[in-house]
């Protein structure tokens, strides 16, 4: 059984970073493909950024573009999400989800898509950004 946990969230000001982590347990990141999504109050829940770990391939949305990156760490199972250049619009609790490969769909939707479907997710962790 497939356990994430996220963590990595707190407060930071307008402009300020932080970094995610969500980390896997009861298996191995070798083909999975991995989002984080993040649930702001009052809106449902988006997909924000995925990535393959077969070939660390990284989606985004278009809000997030050249602000957050993503990334994993296979060996440690883990998956990173850098948040910069932070804005009072990003606070929301973020969480992790997984799904297990062959991964053949290409696009952030689809990703987003197979994950809410048919992904196991972790609890989530709250980022607030003061302005």
């Known amino acids: 059984e497939v356990q994430l946990q996220a963590s990595g969230g707190g407060l930071v000001q307008a402009g300020g970073s932080l970094r995610l982590s969500c980390t896997a347990s009861?298996?191995?990141?070798?083909?999975?493909?991995i989002g984080w999504f993040r649930k702001a109050p009052g809106k449902e829940r988006e997909g924000v950024a995925c990535?393959?770990?077969?070939?660390?391939?990284?989606y985004y949305e278009d809000s997030v573009k050249g602000r957050f990156t993503i990334s994993a760490n296979n060996a440690k199972n883990t998956v990173y999400l850098q948040l910069n250049a932070l804005k009072p619009e990003d606070t929301a609790v973020y969480s992790c989800?997984?799904?297990?490969?062959?991964?053949?769909?290409?696009?952030?939707?689809?990703?987003?898509?197979?994950?809410?479907?048919?992904?196991?997710w972790g609890q989530g962790t709250l980022v607030t950004v003061s302005s």
């Open positions: 989800a997984a799904v297990r490969g062959p991964i053949v769909v290409r696009t952030l939707s689809s990703l987003v898509y197979i994950l809410q479907q048919f992904g196991s």
């Open positions: 009861g298996i191995t990141f070798d083909d999975y493909a």
């Open positions: 990535i393959t770990s077969r070939d660390g391939t990284a």
